[in-house]
């Protein structure tokens, strides 16, 4: 099995930074891509950045030019830069990975972040 673990959140005034980082550990043969998800209460859980082995990434375009998603395919770890962060990016933040190019098949439990105004 592939457990998933994220660290980085916290509170942060609006302008600030923080930096999420995840790691995978387990029976890990390679991962596809790796991703970070976000959901705020009402909304529907979106995918923020995704990044492939090949460091292919994606981004959603509301945090283009803010977000940037980085690997260590070595280290089996992703991690989500987040600068210039904004009240709407309050969330919580799930680490999540596609081991086999299926889709994302584990799930971390998730980290909050909360940008204040």
């Not at 790691?23 to 970070?36: D, K, Q, R």
């Not at 260590?72 to 770890?77: I, L, V, Y």
Request: net charge positive; with cysteine; proline share 3%.
């Amino acid at each position: 099995q592939v457990q998933l673990v994220e660290s980085g959140g916290g509170l942060v005034q609006a302008g600030g930074s923080l930096r999420l980082s995840c790691a995978a550990s387990g029976s890990i043969f390679s991962i596809n891509a790796m991703a970070w998800y976000r959901q705020s209460p009402g909304k529907q859980r979106e995918l923020v950045a995704s990044i492939t082995i090949l460091g292919s990434t994606n981004y959603v375009d509301s945090v283009k030019g803010r977000f940037p998603i980085s690997r260590d395919n070595a280290k089996n770890m992703v991690s989500l830069q987040m600068n210039s962060l904004k009240p709407e990016d309050s969330a919580v933040y799930y680490c999540a990975v596609d081991l086999w190019g299926g889709g994302m098949d584990v799930w971390g439990k998730a980290t909050l972040v909360t940008v204040s105004s």
